[in-house]
DNA sequence: CTGTTAGCGCGTTCAT
DNA sequence: ATGAACGCGCTAACAG
């Protein structure tokens, strides 16, 4: 039992970074009984437990995570895996659940998917040589039905998975339906009579291509074809500078050939709207905008412009509920929860 | 030399979680050496190395973070540490930070500061025991200069400080002016004859203020004064409302009573924009508006909006080569960078 | 240049 | 209910 004697007189304005065997020294126990009174309480006499309590708290100790990690016990460290390029949205979800988890006490690692699958994976491995205890990941990708990674996840004590449908895998998930944000704006502009409707805004990857058929499939469902999609380059800051510039062309016509826009982003929207605005057309009158995110600013604009609101709150608290209950029961059933993203109504609608 | 057999036969298809006394064995040298190729290469023969790399190799052998921490190495761990309450831009750029830093082999944690000082210490004590090797932190507030805080700061390999100015502190800083940006906006209404501005979102924090004091010190040098402020509360999702409808009242009198608005974000020029606009007002000759961030939108927008850019891109590549080339480099020079924040002038400020 | 020894701080058997 | 001993995987201080 190797301790310095200098950390017994508490006089001294040394920071002594206590260990266990200072706490246990100081409450006349042995090492065991300290860490016991935090690994499983139940097991220890309770006059023994309040003397370790007590010695801890005279000396704040806290036990060490690493060593924690390294002999088996429990780091309190959650990964947070997000896909940040062509994604803006990433940064704020992923810091909201960083700050949520901190005040349960976990800290977080923020990491974003890389461009190839492989370094994706190491990214994983890293997780699981850092004994993260729970891992929340962004799923809109299809990599994940891979066994390799299927594999991995299953190390972790807990796994909790956003994604835009329900996955046919053994994790719990939070379910946020944009498809729906989609198919209910369609919804809307048929509803108003709208017959030239346009989509602006899809990248190229899976998602993007998916959000693109709910909206026309729900169009063609009620009789009303989609003419055109303005492309955009993933991960470009100056897409909106080719939106625009796309948009400028459908003006060498005579007319306006859209009765009714919708755009994946409010920013691609706001710019649509004062486009449209300074050409002279009306909205929602000559034709109708509406974005997606619901950004604040969105109802103070004139016109007001609806938009879909990703419930990213709800979003945040759900994930955080599904990990905290797994990492307290890693042994309960398996849960969804649905968290449909919300078509807002506002003027630009029509 | 404890080490189950299996992992000399790679036929089989286990994981073996190969350690570090696996490749010591397959190479045929102590574990040491194996440890000595990866933290001091230099130290190794040439030919001794390349067996040890040859046997990781095959083994798909990566030391160990959290052993490497709790023996004193290095842990390739950042924390990261903003203020995300009333702070619409600390998502983005502590997410690029921990993007950038990925790519150059660290992990970061990210966290925010809390409302009282003493469980902001208590992050800092986390970040310790967990064996940081180097902290971000946004220094606006002046807490760091307490002695406790600095105390504890010194005690990580590296501390890159992301200030508004040069503080008196033993670290390296990123210093990004914001109040340069708000001078300039002044100068800017002055030079262009404008004799009632307004300032629009001042919240109740020490930072707000000095922005609020750089803005009405530089007009009062130019013999303006500035009638009053619409305050804003602080990390209050109502906040536009709030802006707008003490807007609303100014309309109240005959004539609107400024020619001259500056906003603290763009989300806020927007909506006073779209407001005055309703309301007959011609932006910008009637009324100039400045926002604050530099959306991506602000340019495309009628008319386009002026703002500040923050540079963010900027700050993060300084931050990152500060910060990595402390880590590199811990007994060299305190370094300081300045990345002004630059007025981006557009229509709306005439 | 390489190997031996002794920890880092904690969890987990076993005994008692 | 408590303690002794060992190991987690690695680095540091010596030795050779």
Same mark, same amino acid.
């Given at each position: +039992? !190797? ?38 309480? $139940?097991?220890? =006499? ?16 806290? $036990? ?10 429990? #780091? !309190?460290?959650?990964?947070?895996? &997000? ?5 803006? =949205? ?7 659940? =960083? ?16 461009? @190839? ?25 299809? &990599? ?17 998975? @956003? ?28 509803? %108003? ?18 959000? %693109? ?21 993933? !991960?470009?800051? !100056? ?14 016509? #005579? ?7 919708? %755009? +994946?982003?409010? @920013?691609?929207?706001? %710019?649509? +709207? ?70 807002? &109504? ?5």
């Amino acid at each position: +039992m !190797n301790l310095n004697d200098k950390s017994t007189s508490s006089t001294t304005i040394d920071k002594p970074r206590p260990s266990i065997d200072h706490v246990a020294s100081l409450a006349n126990v042995s090492r065991v009984t300290v860490a016991r009174v935090f690994s499983s309480p $139940s097991l220890v =006499a309770k006059k023994t437990k309040d003397k370790v309590l007590k010695a801890s708290r005279m000396l704040k100790y806290r $036990s060490n995570p690493l060593a924690r990690g390294l002999a088996g016990g429990r #780091t !309190n460290t959650i990964g947070v895996l &997000w896909k940040f390029s062509s994604n803006p =949205a990433a940064p704020e979800i992923t810091g909201k659940i =960083a700050v949520q988890l901190q005040e349960k006490g976990y800290m977080s690692h923020i990491s974003s998917f890389t461009a @190839d699958f492989d370094s994706t994976l190491e990214v994983l491995s890293e997780y699981a040589e850092r004994r993260i205890e729970g891992v929340v990941i962004q799923a809109v990708d299809d &990599w994940l039905l891979h066994k390799e990674f299927k594999d991995l996840l299953s190390q972790f004590r807990a796994v909790v998975l @956003d994604t835009d449908e329900l996955k046919p895998l053994p994790f719990d998930q939070v379910v946020r339906d944009r498809l729906g944000g989609y198919k209910d704006v369609a919804k809307h502009f048929v509803k %108003c009579g709208r017959k030239r409707p346009f989509l602006i805004g899809a990248g190229g990857n899976i998602g993007d291509k998916k959000k %693109c058929d709910a909206f026309v499939n729900q169009l063609q469902d009620s009789g009303l074809t989609i003419q055109q999609f303005l492309p955009v380059l993933e !991960n470009n800051d !100056n897409y909106l500078d080719i939106v625009l510039s796309g948009l400028e062309k459908e003006f060498s016509n #005579t007319t306006f050939p859209y009765d009714a826009i919708m %755009c +994946m982003s409010d @920013d691609i929207a706001m %710019c649509v +709207m004062s486009c449209l605005i300074q050409k002279g057309l009306k909205v929602p009158d000559d034709v109708a905008v509406v974005g997606f995110n619901d950004i604040l600013a969105a109802k103070h604009l004139k016109p007001s412009l609806a938009s879909v609101n990703r419930q990213t709150e709800n979003a945040v608290f759900a994930i955080e509920r599904l990990l905290i209950n797994r990492l307290e029961n890693p042994e309960g059933p398996i849960q969804h929860e649905e968290i449909p993203m919300e078509f807002v &109504w506002r003027e630009s609608a029509g």
